[in-house]
């Protein structure tokens, strides 16, 4: 059998990303509520300063005859500074079915995994939004929660106020939603309902004296260990959302400022089978910390894989010839 090889071009011209939102949030239940098989990342730090490379896998969701294994590496300073491969395999054979590019999949992905829990968690009318890193992934999410609620006001900070200006410009013109750009966290989380953070920090920035009562803040950076940007004191005095408990603690948002698993409420899968696990009043402060996870790649390689071979998109190479 030959091997489906997939440029990003190629990925980007067969993934719609609403496409992948119903199969996406059915995973998230069948992962907390089934799951056997633990999902893994292993990682290691490159020459370079800040670099480092990552290994997740197995990708595994019960209602697709396949897995995925991704090879990812981080370059903060490059652009895109997260770039890599799936490799997507028959389950039963362990045939490599397909080897594509990861970045738009990664992104894609994660931009909606991260406005479900959002949107979820969120109070029913927050509208306005503060994104805290003005980077692909920041983009992404504020697209993405614009599927599922409508946005009215947007606060964008970055360290790098060309940047936030740069963010700015380009989504104003695209969602057509008044943004404001900030000089500091504490004045972009001020007027918030829901704070989005997607960073490379090592230390907490938001505090609960930047916050007001009610609102809802889904943090992203915090993918390995010694990466945090919501301090524990905030936390404690949230009710903390997960995709992956042991993870959380390991590498996530939990571990990065000392906590444990009693800080976990609970898995975004658990909170989408059953609300009532979800956000009870609305002066209650919400977090929902994303690692992120292998079955998200399955979900959406597998997705790309079925729509190129109807379409005929790549090229096949023989690897066993």
């Known amino acids: ?19 992948l939102y119903p199969d996406l949030k059915k995973a998230f239940v069948s992962y907390s509520l089934n799951r056997r098989i633990p999902a893994q990342r292993a990682r290691s730090i490159l020459p370079q300063d800040n670099t480092s490379v990552m290994l997740l896998f197995p990708g595994l969701i019960s209602n697709i005859p396949a897995y995925t294994v991704k090879d990812h590496a981080k370059f903060p300073t490059q ?42 968690l969120a109070r029913r009318d927050a509208d306005h939004v503060a994104i805290i890193g003005a980077g692909v992934q920041g983009t992404l999410q504020l697209r993405s929660l614009t599927y599922f609620r ?25 969602l057509k939603i008044p943004i404001t750009v900030c000089n500091s966290v504490e004045e972009a989380t001020n007027e918030a309902d829901i704070i989005i953070t997607a960073t490379w920090a090592r230390e907490a920035f938001v505090f609960s004296s930047m916050v007001k009562k009610g609102v809802h803040i889904t943090t992203l950076g915090p993918d390995e260990p010694g990466k945090c940007e919501v301090s524990a004191e905030l936390i404690e005095k949230s009710m903390f959302i997960c995709d992956d408990k042991d993870l959380a603690v390991q590498m996530g948002a939990i571990g990065g400022v000392g ?9 975004i899968g658990e909170v989408i089978n059953d609300q009532s696990l979800g956000r009870t009043n609305d002066d209650q402060i919400t977090v929902y910390g994303c690692v992120g996870l292998a079955f998200q790649d399955l979900v959406g390689a597998w997705h790309v894989y079925q729509k190129a071979k109807e379409l005929k998109q790549g090229r096949y190479i023989d690897f066993l010839g």
Not at 1 to 19: G, V
Not at 152 to 173: G, L, M, P
């Open 79 to 120: 652009s895109p500074s997260i770039k890599g491969v799936i490799n997507l395999h028959d389950l039963e054979t362990g045939h490599l079915l397909a080897i594509m590019d990861s970045t738009y999949i990664t992104a894609i992905r994660t931009g909606l995994s991260g406005a479900i829990g959002t949107h979820i």
């Open 259 to 267: 906590l444990t698993e009693v800080n976990i409420h609970a898995e």
């Open 150 to 174: 409508e946005i009215t006001r947007v606060f964008v900070y970055d360290t790098s106020f060309e940047k936030a200006c740069f963010f700015a410009e380009n989504i104003t013109e695209e």
């Open 1 to 19: 059998m030959k091997t489906l090889l997939l440029t990003r071009t190629e990925i980007q011209n067969l993934l719609e990303p609403l496409e």
